[in-house]
Structure formats: C-alpha cells, structure tokens
C-alpha cells in the first residue's frame, strides 16, 4: 500500500509531509526550493511507494481563491502532468500557517529553530496531511477536490 504526500506549495519554498503506508500517520519530510521541486519528488517517489498527492488549495476566508492559488493551480498542472500514475487531490489549507506557527510556539523548541522558515511551511504540510487523511477516510469527501485520478487507482 502506498503513502500520501502533502504539499504546501510556496512560491519560493514548498513544504512536504508523508504518511506512513497505512495512510495513518502523518510526518513532516522536507522543505523543498520551488525550483527543486520536481526533481526532489522524481527521486523520493523512486525509493518510496506513494500513489496519492494532497495539494493545499489556497482559500479566502470568503471561500474564493487566494492570490496565491494561481501560483498552485499551475503547479498542480505539471505535477499532474509528470505525475499522471499518482492521484492528486487538493484540500482547503486556510489556518494551516497560523496553526503550524502557534504549534511552533507551543513545542518548547529554541527560538533560532523556531524561526527556521521551511519548519512553519513542512509542520503546515503535516496539517494539510492530517485533514486529508481524516477527510478521505471519514465522511468528508465533499471537501476535497480530485485532479487526476490515475488508471492504477484502486477505488
């Protein structure tokens, strides 16, 4: 069975997280330059088996796109065109930051560490896992989008 990989797409950094094969737990893997991105997802998908990509999908407290959604829906694009055997899905990310920055706080960690600035974008990935996994296996399904769905899918 195969991971879930969480995106937390920046425009300069992307945050990633990953589940274990049983898609229950979720942790942070890495901070990722913009740039980088493809390249790094080529190399860990061939040592590690994931079949499902969860994208944070950018939102206005309003429920309209944010102006950084163009940037993701972009990267969406590619990823499901170099991609096309994962699934991808997309997941609202509102609070995610504000959420992984007050956890942060929380953690008792030193404050040089706490502002590391990938930490806050791969704790945000970890919370945009969470929700997905709770959503995808519970009865939230409606909240989450479906980009590609690949002809190896199971369901």
């Known amino acids: 069975?195969?991971?879930?990989?969480?995106?937390?797409?920046?425009?300069?950094r992307i945050g990633l997280a990953v589940s274990d094969s049983s898609k229950i737990i979720?942790?942070?893997?890495?901070?990722?330059?913009?740039?980088?991105?493809?390249?790094?997802?080529?190399?860990?998908?061939?040592?590690?088996?994931?079949d499902m990509i969860d994208v944070g999908n950018p939102k206005q407290m309003n429920n309209t796109t944010s102006q950084s959604a163009q940037g993701v829906m972009a990267f969406v694009k590619k990823?499901?065109?170099?991609?096309?055997?994962?699934?991808?899905?997309m997941i609202d990310e509102r609070y995610t930051s504000k959420i992984a920055s007050h956890t942060i706080a929380l953690s008792g960690m030193k404050k040089k560490k706490r502002q590391e600035?990938?930490?806050?974008?791969?704790?945000?990935?970890?919370?945009?896992?969470?929700?997905?996994?709770?959503?995808?296996?519970?009865?939230?399904k409606n909240n989450i989008i479906c980009v590609n769905k690949s002809s190896n899918?199971?369901?």
Do not use: C, H, W
């Open 26 to 50: 979720a942790t942070k893997l890495d901070t990722v330059a913009n740039k980088e991105i493809f390249k790094y997802l080529n190399d860990y998908f061939t040592k590690e088996n994931v």
């Open 79 to 89: 990823l499901s065109e170099t991609f096309p055997q994962k699934d991808i899905f």
């Open 117 to 140: 600035k990938g930490l806050i974008d791969e704790v945000s990935a970890v919370l945009i896992l969470q929700d997905f996994m709770q959503m995808y296996q519970g009865t939230g």
């Open 1 to 12: 069975m195969g991971r879930i990989l969480a995106v937390d797409y920046g425009e300069k």
């Open 153 to 155: 899918s199971q369901e």
